[in-house]
């Protein structure tokens, strides 16, 4: 499956977003699929996740940041609200068939969010 990651850009505190990861493939809605970000010099870190059990989130983004699916479109969102300085970064979409590691990774979009 091939990710293409889009919706950065520059936003003000407070402010929201709505990233998209458009998938290629029939069988996309097998897949669990995952947002992470990286700040430069730094791990890649986990955001929010979805499969067929449900959602889950990092207690940084929780109650701020929601993840969503639609199948028929192979495309999976994350809508943030109430963005902070401290989520800027570039955010990665990542696929994978069960658990273990994803393997799959779109190319990151940037997220500023100005003070």
């Known amino acids: 499956v091939q990710l293409q990651a889009s919706g950065g850009g520059l936003v003000q505190a407070g402010g929201s977003l709505r990233l998209s990861c458009a998938a290629s493939?029939?069988?996309?809605?097998?897949?669990?699929v995952g947002w992470f970000r990286q700040v430069p010099g730094k791990v890649r870190d986990f955001v929010a996740g979805i499969n067929r059990s449900g959602t889950s989130y990092a207690v940084s983004v929780k109650g701020r940041f929601t993840i969503s699916r639609d199948n028929a479109k192979n495309t999976v969102y994350l809508q943030m609200n109430s963005l902070k300085p401290e989520d800027t970064a570039v955010y990665y979409c990542?696929?994978?068939?069960?658990?273990?590691?994803?393997?799959?990774w779109g190319q990151g979009t940037l997220v500023t969010v100005s003070s």
């Open positions: 990542a696929a994978r068939l069960g658990p273990g590691e994803y393997r799959y």
């Open positions: 493939g029939r069988t996309f809605s097998s897949y669990d």
